[in-house]
């Protein structure tokens, strides 16, 4: 009788070829390279309206790792696990919060302010100011606007009421959905920053493994020099716009500029991103201009720019650079190009695909590197 097939249940010891074996292994190899790819660009599909909230988490747990770890080995061991990452998520959350709503309550105020003058316009109208006749550019052109559209009641009246259009109704739902919309990704940023703070050994041992076992030594070497560039940024843009933000707030308030607070706080927004504090600054000289104080508006003026140029020339190249070991050309093209693609977070993304960039191209172009090849001598 003949034997039972091996597939109903017999073992088959018949030997398998080298080839086919290598023939199998490596079609399995390409399928789970197949199925991992899918799968990765299926979940980047399905989180691509929660990635931009997923890399500020990064960012931030990146950014303060160093200060978390020195805070956790002075903790007893064990007692750290939910309260200490609770206390710097909260921590972080603060330093965005407090500022948000110091600008919040200053124009709620604003507005009731603005308020107020628009119906004391629709009753009486609004008299050309004179700081409009001392505008150093425009003025008659700025004086007879206020005449056709302020100066009487009746124009004031179809100015403001124009105002109230569908369109700016629409703007204002628009408004109200994106704020909410930033609101949800901010706090799904501070979830994520708390379980990176809790996991974040293993996350980045695994992470190294991964680097390893995929691209080698060098692709750790890569990773590393991505973080460092994460700090050095950090402290060049954050830190210094602070820096310039408290610096230019005084100036404010010493020039008399209506809201030095609130204009510092601009101001530091504003300084994040090379250059763009010359903006605040020039809006807030003008205010003091506009006031009739002409001689504290240059000195203003004056002041802010030598800060800044002593900021962008000095300060930063020395942080960013160091850290990221790029010239301060590359860093200020990835901080201006990854604005440009990527939007605010382009600040921290873009210095840190340039510095990966100019490693892999160093290495790549690094004399050491190259194989040495035998001479082969004619006779």
Sequence with gaps: MDRIPAALGETDDTPIPEQAANRRTGGQQFAR?????????????????????????VIFAIATWPLYQRTKRRWRPGKHNMLLPLLFTAGIALVFLVPLSLIALEAAREAQGVLAWMEHARRTGVPVPGWVHRLPLAHEQATAWWQQHLADPDDANDLFDNMKSPSSFRVTRQLGTQVAHRATLFAFSLITLFFLFREGESVTERLLVASRRAFGARGERVARQMVASVHGTVDGLVLVGLGEGVVLGFAYAIAGAPHPTLFG????????IPFCAVLAIGLASALVLAQGSTVAAIILFAVGMIVVFVADHFVR???????????????LLGILGGVEAWGLIGLFVGPAIMAALILLWRDYTDPAQEPQTETIRAG
């Design 33 to 57: 390279a197949a199925l991992a790819t899918f799968m990765v660009l299926l979940g980047i599909f399905t989180l691509r309206d929660f990635l931009p909230a997923l890399a500020w988490a």
């Design 265 to 272: 706080l601009i101001t530091a927004v504003a300084a994040m």
């Design 317 to 331: 190249p020395v942080l960013i650079g160091g850290a990221t070991k790029l010239p301060f050309l590359w860093v």
